[in-house]
């Protein structure tokens, strides 16, 4: 077996490190091949971003675990596997160390796992640690000695596949924006707030906002409440010449009228009622940087005039002062309103929307992001395991159908309190923690009223279909794949059969839906 394993996976390294694939495909080929020439249940490759390991290919396991964030410190299996340098490290079927994929295994759902061997190894780039690799089978002694010397041998190959994918994103990186590359190697470490999910609208969105980051042009993000702008505006900034420089927000929903305008540009001693000292406003604390005005459509219109003036002038004078200060600050806004709407009513100054809206990015909301809910939920199945101190938290088969029907239009804020309160609800249910503990449908109370119709279209209230019709095409073909796919075993070519179409136009429309 050493000598089998040896050669064809040599013969399947090389030959991808000699082509250029897109992100993460060298990976998900990579976990693939090892899965069937150890043969052996599951393969996970997790990098280490900071404190947590984060899942970025995955073979035998169900979809959210790449959605999920495993910290090492709660997790003693794969802390043993970070600390050991040059060996492989296994885990008997007798081993008492909780498996960080308990739960998980995509044969066995929601059940402990049976008598079964883990093996994983630490992977390294530049000196540094890089990550882990992680193997599971239901199998005891699958990983026997000869196994894991085939992994050590390895080890090279699977750093060098690692260090040819961060070249190629790299290099991408660098002919996009070279000022770009470098602020995004800095401030990766310091983003304490992740963009989860996998969707082609999704990769498509952060794409056009790495290349406007770069920029210096107004950018004005429209969506839904719960869609996440705060972490897209975030983004802008990390990726733009000014991530060394502060991000401020202010929600302007928040702002009382009264002292919005000291708020916003500060004031002198004396300026009014209560200003007992000098005080500067937001403006001038996002000198230099970016100042995120979040709900700006609610801003009244008094302080939309003087906020008009500070973007066309570049300066901004104190409440009660007599002089004008010069700042320098890149502006990102953000609404769900229907600017446009408020401009015709008077509500939203006209000049003031022109000048916000010089590069409008809109946000697709869940709904349009297909299997990126399930890598979300995960997330936060993740997060609630942690806090409330569960062995395992997974969705059911059930659960997971319900999530992905379902039309979401509290967005991920949504999902997240869904996953939470149902995360409690299950622990009332089950209140052994040490058992796996999984969600099923009715423990999530989804909002029915927006859930898509069962019956056919012919026999709904017209009502009921009050939305884009291209939005309703995409939910329908949606459902009419992943159904025909669970009926075919995930096999494309017959799912393809089934539904009576080309298969390379069916790879192409569930691109397009974000299903693959």
């Not at 150890?38 to 035998?60: H, S």
């Not at 733009?240 to 002198?268: D, Q, Y």
């Not at 503990?437 to 009050?466: A, C, N, R």
């Amino acid at each position: 077996m050493l000598v089998v394993i040896n050669t064809m996976m040599n013969e399947f390294l090389v030959a991808d490190l000699a082509v250029e694939l897109p992100d993460l495909l060298r990976f998900e080929r990579l976990v693939k091949t090892l899965k069937a020439e150890f043969q052996c249940g599951a393969v996970a490759l997790l990098k280490l971003e900071g404190e947590v390991l984060k899942p970025l290919a995955v073979t035998g396991l169900v979809k959210e675990t790449l959605g999920r964030r495993f910290l090492p410190a709660q997790h003693p299996r794969l802390a043993a596997i970070l600390t050991s340098e040059h060996q492989p490290v296994c885990f008997e079927h007798s081993s008492a160390l909780p498996d960080p994929y308990d739960g998980l295994l995509d044969q066995i759902e929601g059940q402990p796992l049976p008598v079964h061997d883990c093996m994983g190894m630490r992977l390294e780039q530049d000196g540094k640690v890089w990550g882990v690799i992680t193997f599971d089978s239901l199998l005891p002694g699958t990983f026997s000695t000869s196994a894991q010397s085939a992994l050590k041998q390895q080890k090279l190959l699977l750093e060098a596949a690692i260090r040819t994918t961060r070249l190629e994103m790299e290099n991408r990186s660098l002919r996009q924006s070279r000022i770009n590359a470098a602020v995004r190697q800095e401030g990766s470490a310091t983003d304490d707030a992740e963009i989860v999910g996998r969707s082609l609208v999704l990769q498509q969105l952060l794409g056009e906002l790495d290349t406007v980051a770069d920029s210096e042009l107004p950018v004005l993000l429209l969506g839904e409440t719960g869609v996440g702008k705060e972490l897209f505006a975030r983004r802008l900034h990390q990726h733009s010449r000014r991530a060394n420089k502060p991000l401020i927000h202010v929600n302007c929903a928040a702002l009382p009228e009264s002292l919005a305008e000291s708020e916003l540009f500060g004031h002198v001693k004396g300026a009014f009622s209560g200003a007992h000292q000098e005080r500067a406003g937001k403006f001038e604390a996002a000198n230099g940087g970016t100042l995120f005005l979040d709900e700006v459509g609610e801003l009244p219109l008094a302080v939309q005039a003087k906020l008009l003036r500070a973007l066309q002038n570049g300066e901004i004078q104190r409440l009660g002062a007599d002089k004008p200060r010069k700042v320098d600050v890149r502006i990102i806004a953000a609404t769900n309103r229907q600017l446009k709407d408020s401009v015709k009513q008077g509500d939203f100054r006209a000049d003031l929307y022109h000048r916000l809206s010089v590069y409008p990015v809109p946000i697709p909301p869940l709904r349009e992001r297909g299997n990126d809910v399930l890598l979300l939920a995960g997330h936060f199945l993740e997060q609630n395991r942690a806090r409330l101190g569960l062995r395992s938290l997974r969705l059911s088969t059930e659960a997971e159908a319900a999530l992905l029907a379902y039309q979401w239009p509290g967005n991920i804020r949504e999902l997240e309190h869904v996953i939470s309160r149902a995360a409690i609800k299950c622990l009332g249910r089950n209140p052994a923690r040490g058992d796996i503990s999984t969600l099923v449908p009715d423990l999530m109370d989804l909002d029915i009223e927006h859930s898509p119709p069962t019956t056919h279209i012919g026999d709904t209230e017209p009502s009921v279909l009050l939305m884009p019709l291209k939005t309703l095409l995409d939910q329908t073909q949606r459902k009419a794949i992943q159904a025909a796919l669970d009926a075919n075993g995930q096999n494309w070519a017959q799912t393809a059969k089934l539904l009576e179409v080309d298969p390379s136009n069916l790879h192409k429309l569930a691109k397009r839906l974000g299903m693959k």
